[in-house]
């Protein structure tokens, strides 16, 4: 298989202990083995380090990195591909842009109403939704991505870019913007030519020929030597990853939500609500990778609380909790997106197990004096071993 632009690709990273299912005795999340073209991850069956990168046979697509809800990938130069995107963006604000894959860089015309176009240097499929959100917030108008070569490219990002447009285009409607991110698909428009962005020329001094030249070396000498140098020390346990952190500062530019709930399938966020059952053993708030999930503290009153802007949608908590007790909902009020609030989702009176001793939440009925271990016990063939904390 001849495999794209393979001159523009960055050494893809993976960082194992980040990744969600180092929380759960079972994968819960695997969304990069999906989306992976080239077979190159695979499940070792390792809990602590649960997915494997095959870096021979890695194409360096990026899809993966974008893919992740806990940036468990680290791609050399996707840092600067974004960066010089969004310079483009804001020196062509105003414009009807259209972003194309290196596929499509020579290509004279096309079926958009766009103007001039971006070339994005990488899959569009790679594309981060904070990248996408921002151009489109910066232009103040309609964001196209040319999806046509994607049908037959070995890449297969077809489905990923059309859930990238959905994504972005959701979160504009619940906050009533008129832009939309189009796909160049679904235009009816005639083909017409279009002019490809350049960075504008500049008039050079000698000196300043001299300082670009060396400029330009020293960056293409560092590119050179970021592919063999170990990627950035991972992030700290709870701490946001990079792309939650640029999603929620995008979001106050978007203005006030128009809406109190928004569907949130394929999005990076969610509702943790939990039932009654919940025996406080706080296994929950022990597996959530972002802290989501908190206990107040008290000595008396057993409070669990849900940051809603820190829920990454993962799942594990649900997967982890040994009573069944929590529910994820597909839906969100946006406006708790804007702020590090927190609220109660279950509380109870503090009390011990009646067998062993242990902290629980005190409930009614005869389990509500019993830890989950216990409850577990009293079910006939339950595994009391209980999930992975």
């Given amino acids: 298989m001849v495999w794209p632009f393979e001159e523009n690709k960055g050494r893809v990273h993976l960082y194992p202990t980040l990744c969600v299912n180092t929380r759960s005795r079972e994968p819960v999340c695997m969304e990069c083995l999906y989306t992976c073209p080239a077979d190159a991850l695979r499940l070792t069956g390792d809990p602590q380090v649960p997915v494997s990168l095959n870096v021979e046979a890695c194409q360096r697509c990026g899809i993966c990195v974008s893919v992740c809800p806990l940036?468990?990938?680290?791609?050399v130069g996707e840092e600067e591909r974004r960066a010089r995107i969004t310079q483009a963006v804001k020196e062509l604000r105003g414009s009807t842009v259209e972003l194309v894959c290196p596929q499509r860089f020579d290509?004279?015309?096309t079926r958009s109403p766009a103007n001039v176009r971006i070339q994005t240097g990488t899959c569009l499929a790679a594309l981060p939704i904070s990248g996408v959100l921002a151009w489109t917030l910066i232009l103040g108008?309609?964001?196209?991505?040319d999806d046509t070569p994607c049908m037959s490219c070995p890449y297969k990002g077809k489905d990923?870019?059309?859930?990238l447009a959905n994504q972005v285009n959701r979160?504009?409607?619940?906050w009533g913007r008129e832009e939309r991110v189009r796909l160049v698909?679904?235009?009816s428009s005639s083909p017409h030519p279009i002019e490809t962005y350049t960075k504008p020329q500049k008039v050079y001094t000698r000196r300043e020929v001299f300082q670009e030249f060396k400029r330009t070396v020293t960056r293409s000498l560092g590119r050179r030597v970021a592919e063999h140098l170990p990627p950035p020390p991972p992030r700290e346990p709870g701490e946001l990853p990079m792309e939650r952190q640029r999603l929620l500062a995008i979001l106050p530019y978007l203005g006030s939500p128009v809406v109190d709930e928004m569907y949130t399938r394929g999005l990076p966020f969610a509702t943790v609500t939990v039932s009654d059952?919940?025996?406080?053993?706080?296994?929950c708030t022990r597996v959530c990778p972002t802290q989501a999930l908190t206990v107040e503290e008290s000595e008396e009153i057993y409070r669990l609380l849900f940051t809603p802007s820190r829920c990454l949608n993962c799942n594990v908590c649900a997967h982890a909790c040994p009573v069944q007790a929590i529910e994820i909902r597909p839906f969100v009020n946006p406006h708790t997106l804007l702020t590090q609030e927190s609220v109660i989702v279950i509380e109870g009176e503090r009390g011990t197990c009646d067998v062993c001793g242990a902290p629980i939440r005190l409930r009614d009925g005869p389990?509500?004096?019993?830890c989950h271990v216990h409850v577990f016990e009293q079910s006939p063939g339950a595994d009391v071993s209980g999930p992975k904390a």
Avoid at 71 to 75: G, K, L, R, T
């Fill in 367 to 370: 389990e509500g004096h019993l």
């Fill in 141 to 145: 108008q309609d964001l196209w991505l």
């Fill in 171 to 174: 979160l504009l409607e619940a």
């Fill in 160 to 163: 990923r870019v059309i859930a």
């Fill in 107 to 109: 290509e004279p015309l």
């Fill in 185 to 187: 698909s679904h235009s």
């Fill in 71 to 75: 940036s468990a990938f680290f791609q």
């Fill in 277 to 283: 059952t919940c025996t406080g053993c706080d296994i």
